[in-house]
């Protein structure tokens, strides 16, 4: 398989269906991002903090490259066959923040980020997650994207919010609570 084709040395892209795009394009955006999110889940399970939990970022990895997929399609190809996201994705990640949240103590304020690299490693992982949802939010307001797409991403952003804190907890690190100036 050659690496380089040349074809995106004008600045576009080809969409799974072969439409060529900017890659400037809103769609390029929002798989780009989710593409870079990836390699932070990447990233989170490379943490040695993070050995158990080996199969549920695999399995975060798997439908982040289906999202991508999607977002990669041109609106209304329906020639180009690719793996649905299903809600039963979304209800997986839930079920894994419910777990994670039996352990942990009652949030009572927002925290701040950090308190060992492989933690703050997550918030980053849980920002570009958030960005990746507004960009596909941006998307779909020109362009139809499918509402499991969106729910995801907004669910996934929660989980890596929870796996910080279960992270912290994990390494014995100290979580600080955001105490506003007033």
């Not at 609106?75 to 690719?82: S, W």
């Not at 307001?141 to 994990?170: G, Q």
Request: proline content about 3%; aromatic content about 6%.
């Amino acid at each position: 398989m050659k690496i380089y084709t040349k074809t995106g040395d004008q600045g576009t892209t080809a969409l799974f269906g072969g439409k060529r795009v900017s890659k400037a394009h809103d769609r390029i955006n929002a798989y780009g991002t989710v593409d870079e999110l990836n390699s932070y889940i990447g990233l989170l399970r490379d943490q040695k903090v993070n050995e158990n939990k080996m199969s549920i970022l695999v399995e975060i990895q798997d439908r982040l490259f289906t999202l991508g997929s999607i977002l990669a399609t041109e609106q209304g190809n329906t020639k180009v066959k690719i793996p649905n996201l299903e809600e039963s994705d979304v209800i997986f990640l839930e079920a894994e923040i419910d777990e994670m949240n039996e352990l942990l103590p009652e949030m009572r304020s927002f925290v701040l980020p950090g308190g060992h690299q492989s933690i703050s490693f997550c918030h980053i992982a849980r920002c570009v997650c958030r960005r990746a949802e507004r960009l596909t939010i941006a998307l779909h307001e020109h362009e139809e994207v499918p509402e499991i797409v969106v729910k995801y991403l907004n669910r996934l952003s929660d989980y890596l919010f929870v796996l910080s804190r279960m992270m912290t907890k994990e390494l014995d690190a100290n979580e600080i609570s955001w105490k506003p100036r007033m």
